[in-house]
């Protein structure tokens, strides 16, 4: 199956720092999907972004398809952004009904 | 709903009981989903339905593991006979379809005693 491989694992930052979170996949896809999972446990969806770039309010993302990766990015960090970051990608012979997620970025913003 | 609902948010069962979980998609969402989620890992796939029909339940790891969503909204994930590798947290999304983000549940944290 596919291979999810997020770096990097763990994160500490100053409240107010900017970070990059990156996903490499190992195969073509045609459903990524980045998420952030506070600490009370809830998944939370960040972006849906198989390619191209998009922008909410603090967070973007951009994932370059043929070169099989993603980025998040995170600017003006605040305690409420730890947790854990999850990217999840479906491959090309799914139907966008299996994603698989990979071990994801535990951060940890301080004041 | 506002959003997807679980429950209950936490179940300890003896070992060899049988629990069901149940999951209430976003209203009118067509795709739902079942994940597990064990300590320190990310979630992994279950089972997906789509309306009534269960299209895929190639991540259940045993014939212990049953799943049904029989008039298309509701789901319940039904788990027979329970053992200690079965403690993890259960994790239910829907979505509108295939090229649209999940939304997932809080979970109900399974703990087998």
């Known amino acids: 199956g596919i291979q999810v491989e997020q770096s990097p694992p763990d994160l500490i930052l100053q409240e107010g720092a900017n970070s990059t979170l990156r996903c490499n996949f190992s195969d073509s896809v045609n459903n990524l999907q980045w998420f952030h999972q506070n600490p009370w446990g809830q998944l939370i969806n960040l972006f849906y972004?198989?390619?191209g770039t998009k922008q909410n309010g603090r967070l973007s993302a951009t994932t370059v398809a043929t070169e099989r990766y993603s980025l998040l990015y995170i600017s003006s960090s605040q305690t409420t952004d730890s947790g854990v970051y999850f990217c999840a990608v479906e491959d090309l012979t799914g139907g966008g009904n299996k994603l698989t997620f990979g071990t994801g970025t535990q951060l940890k913003v301080e004041l | 709903g506002a959003g997807v609902s679980q429950s209950p948010r936490y179940k300890v069962a003896k070992r060899g009981q049988d629990v069901a979980l149940r999951c209430d998609p976003i209203s009118g969402h067509v795709s739902l989903f079942w994940y597990q989620q064990a300590l320190g890992q990310g979630p992994e796939f279950l089972t997906y339905?789509?309306?009534?029909?269960?299209?895929?339940k190639s991540g259940l790891p045993s014939d212990r593991f049953f799943a049904e969503r029989p008039e298309g909204s509701v789901s319940t994930l039904k788990i027979q006979r329970t053992q200690q590798e079965d403690s993890a947290v259960y994790l239910c999304?829907?979505?509108?379809?295939?090229?649209?983000?999940?939304?997932f549940g809080s979970g109900t944290r399974l703990t087998v005693v």
């Open positions: 339905f789509q309306n009534e029909a269960q299209l895929d």
């Open positions: 999304a829907s979505s509108s379809g295939p090229s649209y983000g999940y939304t």
């Open positions: 972004i198989p390619s």
